[in-house]
Nanobody, 122 residues
Framework: QVQVVESGGGLVQAGGALRLSCAAS????????MGWYRQAPGEQRELVAA???????NYADSVKGQFTISRDNAKNTVYLQMNSLKPEDTAVYYC????????????????WGQGTQVTVSS
């Protein structure tokens, strides 16, 4: 069984910063891509940023230069540093991990965290 747990959300004023963390645990052989998504009320879930095990990153255009994704492979943990936050960044932020399980090395399993709320006040 694999668990993905996010932390670090909260309420912050516009212009402030938050750092989200997401740790995957359980029976894991390796993790390919780890990513952050967000979903605002009434909106679809969207990709914010993703990072491969080799460190290659991908960002949504809306957060380029504002957010930074990083990863600690030894801890199966991904981080999202969010700076200069704006009210439009308010959303539930979800972590996704593409996990390879022992004994099934050709299969990638997608696991989601429960989400963490980020609220940016104006």
């Amino acid at each position: 069984q694999v668990q993905v747990v996010e932390s670090g959300g909260g309420l912050v004023q516009a212009g402030g910063a938050l750092r989200l963390s997401c740790a995957a645990s359980g029976s894991i052989f390796s993790i390919d891509v780890m990513g952050w998504y967000r979903q605002a009320p009434g909106e679809q879930r969207e990709l914010v940023a993703a990072i491969t095990s080799g460190g290659s990153t991908n960002y949504a255009d809306s957060v380029k230069g504002q957010f930074t994704i990083s990863r600690d492979n030894a801890k199966n943990t991904v981080y999202l540093q969010m700076n200069s936050l704006k009210p439009e960044d308010t959303a539930v932020y979800y972590c996704n991990a593409d996990v390879i399980l022992p004994g099934a090395l050709r299969v990638i399993n997608h696991y989601w965290g429960q989400g963490t709320q980020v609220t940016v006040s104006s």
